[in-house]
């Protein structure tokens, strides 16, 4: 006797804010498939409306229920009925539910097939600007400052850029938290609301972070992927200024980043650039 297969699987990614980012092929496999379990099936309303699916074809699989939900999935699968697995915004399983399901079709034998979309940590890193190769996806901090803290200390040394994700109404203390363990020298680079009508990126060392965040409070709307820049980069970038500051008092701007690039292979036009910042915030700076 021939075991049955079961259908597949599709892990489909959903837009971040914008419905023209859905691609033919997400559309295509969730106006195809027989089910879609969905993370908040009113969330997903807006998205089942744009693709004129009925609403009778979605379920519910969320955090509380993933793993009586993935029994059910495969039960489905083995009847060979194919079917989407969607969380709210961007990638199934990227800090969000899906990965449970994911494992348990695969222990039955299952077919899981991803789909590639978006996903607010990579189009965040896409437009930080940061050069560093690599970086570390870390997600969602701790709630409480005091394990928010320690949380970071375990992270302090790490070489490359980190990636986090934050709820609005703590990102002015998830920042102030950051300068005081990772370092204010560091780069942050704040993305909000990508792929919205308030899109907002904005780069600025962590120790000016909390300030330009409390400066506006349009600021600290929506939501938001924080992206610092390694221990090394914070290393190499101190060095480089203390090289600079010296040099600026002896000659020219332009001079001053040509020796400094010479001395620490960083970029003359980065070192240039980062003269001119320190140049003006001396000039700020009350004597
Ligand atoms: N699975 C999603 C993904 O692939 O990015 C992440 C889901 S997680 C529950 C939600 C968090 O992702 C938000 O709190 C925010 O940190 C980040 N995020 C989602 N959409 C975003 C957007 N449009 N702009 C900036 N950050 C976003």
């Known amino acids: ?26 559309r295509d496999i969730l106006t195809c498939v027989d089910w879609i379990a969905a993370e908040d099936t009113r969330h997903c309303a807006l998205l089942f409306q744009h693709l004129k699916i009925p609403g009778n074809k979605c379920f519910a699989a969320h955090a509380h229920n993933e793993q009586a939900i993935a029994e059910r999935i495969v039960v489905r699968l083995s009847a060979g009925e194919s079917g989407a697995l969607i969380s709210d915004a961007g990638t199934p399983a990227i800090s969000d539910p899906g990965a449970r399901i994911v494992a ?32 570390l996806f870390y997600g969602f901090l701790p709630p409480k400052s005091g394990q928010r ?40 680079v704040l993305a909000r609301e990508l792929t919205k009508r308030f899109e907002q990126i904005h780069a600025l060392p962590l120790g000016e972070a909390r300030a330009w965040l409390e400066a506006d409070a349009q600021r600290q709307k929506g ?31 332009k001079q001053a980043a040509r020796l400094a690039a010479a001395i620490t292979d960083i970029p003359r036009n980065t070192l240039y650039e980062r003269a001119l910042a320190l140049q003006s915030r001396k000039q700020q700076t009350p004597s």
Request: aromatic share 4%.
């Open 1 to 26: 006797m021939t075991e049955k297969r079961l259908a597949p699987l599709y892990v489909v990614p959903t837009p971040l804010g914008n419905l023209g980012d859905l691609s033919a092929r997400q």
């Open 149 to 188: 803290r320690t949380a970071l200390v375990a992270l302090q040394a790490f070489p490359h850029a980190l990636v986090f994700y934050e709820a609005p109404h703590r990102v002015t203390a998830s920042v102030a938290d950051m300068a005081v363990i990772l370092g204010e020298q560091r780069t942050l």
């Open 104 to 135: 348990r079709v695969r222990a039955a034998g299952g077919v899981v097939i991803p789909l590639p979309g978006p996903c607010a940590a990579v189009t965040a890193i896409s437009a930080s600007g940061l050069p560093d190769a690599h970086w």
């Open 223 to 253: 939501e938001f992927v924080l992206i610092v820049s390694g221990a090394r980069v914070a290393r190499e970038t101190a060095e480089a200024d203390r090289i600079l500051r010296l040099l600026l008092e002896e000659m020219p701007t």
